[in-house]
């Protein structure tokens, strides 16, 4: 079973190594691991990975979304295992040929060592009905999309998928309680919703079969990061064993 701090992840949003690396610093004891996303990558390049590690930081998440043909995805996923990242994600929505590549290059490029988790992604939530509908002239909602997504994933090899607070309950009916689901909108109650719109409080996520939250400000922007991280911790451990 994974402690309660392991469930803890942290999106190091920011456009430069220092800062993040400082973050690691602080919160690496007190969390699961990192959050590293486009604009951080982007930003400070791939040698972050390994300077994270370094500073501290116990595990990174590569909130990668990659969505390409089969054998180009193959190969960004053979490259970030190689880089050791522990957790790696992709759009459901690029099918089931090119999951299941994603799954076939992360087995072979650990060579029979531990892989990467493979968590798909299935409708962005700045997605609304109407632009699934419209723009993507994709019929039914979001949320049964969401759910005929998250299927896609399981029987295609993704160990799980990102999904909103408010969504965890329909996957896990769909997919079974050990189907991984990675919940960004966590906000510790009295912190600020900042723009989010749909929030839930970590504790409302483990009640509703949330396995690892991704949170952001409510734990860099703190005053003192490793109190915070140390506070969703111990509001996750109350949850998950009340
Ligand atoms: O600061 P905050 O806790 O809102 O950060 C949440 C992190 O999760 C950000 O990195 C954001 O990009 C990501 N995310 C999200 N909502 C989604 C998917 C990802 O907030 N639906």
Request: glycine share 10%.
């Amino acid at each position: 079973m994974t402690s309660p701090k392991d469930r803890i992840l942290v999106a190091l949003d920011y456009n430069n190594a220092d800062d993040a690396l400082r973050t690691a610093r602080a919160v690496g004891p007190h969390v699961g691991g990192v959050k590293v996303g486009l604009e951080l990558i982007n930003a400070a390049g791939f040698d972050i990975f390994a300077r994270l590690l370094d500073a501290g930081a116990p595990r990174i998440f590569y909130d990668a979304k990659f969505h390409d043909i089969p054998n180009t995805v193959a190969g960004a996923v053979r490259a970030a295992t190689k880089r050791g990242v522990w957790m790696v994600n992709v759009h459901a929505s690029g099918g089931a040929a090119m999951l299941r590549a994603a799954r076939d290059a992360a087995e072979t490029a650990a060579g029979g060592g531990p892989r990467p988790l493979l968590i798909a992604v299935t409708v962005l939530t700045s997605i609304d009905d109407a632009t699934l509908n419209g723009d993507l002239r994709v019929p039914g909602t979001a949320a049964e999309q969401v759910v005929h997504l998250a299927r896609l994933a399981q029987q295609s090899g993704m160990d799980g998928v990102v999904a909103s607070p408010l969504e965890v309950a329909a996957i896990r009916d769909a997919c079974g309680p050990e189907f991984v689901t990675v919940i960004p909108g966590v906000r510790p109650s009295g912190v600020a919703k900042g723009d989010q719109a749909r929030v839930a409080t970590p504790a409302d996520a483990v009640r509703a079969g949330a396995h690892y939250l991704v949170v952001g400000r409510a734990i860099t922007a703190a005053p003192d990061p490793a109190a915070a991280a140390a506070a969703v911790a111990a509001e996750v451990k109350a949850a998950a064993h009340p």
